[in-house]
Nanobody, 125 residues
Framework: QVQLVESGGGLVQAGGSLRLSCAASGRTSRPYAMGWFRRAPGKTREFVAAIEWSDGSTYYADSVKGRFTISRDNAKNTVYLQTNSLKPEDTAVYYC??????????????????WGQGTQVTVSS
């Protein structure tokens, strides 16, 4: 059973940066994609970024494009989310997820099979 553990969240002032990590264990085969989602207080969970494992293609929500960068380290079975120029509206619990299925797109929660418990990111103004 795949287990995902996020880390790197914290409290940061607007304009600051955080690097989130998601370490995978128990994997018997490589995923098709890994992604980051977030849930802000009082809102539904939304897509943030995704990366295809085979070729490293990346995808971003419009709200974070140009500020966030998703990357992977195959040897460490780890995916990262570098968050720069953080805004108060970025405050949320950030979740990493893994998809074991091929899909044309990786924006939907329904595509992902495994989820971490989340790490809190709080951005103050």
């Amino acid at each position: 059973q795949v287990q995902l553990v996020e880390s790197g969240g914290g409290l940061v002032q607007a304009g600051g940066s955080l690097r989130l990590s998601c370490a995978a264990s128990g994997r018997t085969s490589r995923p098709y994609a890994m992604g980051w989602f977030r849930r802000a207080p009082g809102k539904t969970r939304e897509f943030v970024a995704a990366i295809e494992w085979s070729d490293g293609s990346t995808y971003y929500a419009d709200s974070v494009k140009g500020r966030f960068t998703i990357s992977r380290d195959n040897a460490k079975n780890t995916v990262y989310l570098q968050t720069n120029s953080l805004k108060p509206e970025d405050t949320a619990v950030y979740y990493c997820a893994e998809s074991t299925y091929y899909s044309l797109t990786y924006y939907s929660e329904q595509v992902y099979n495994y989820w971490g418990q989340g790490t809190q990111v709080t951005v103050s103004s």
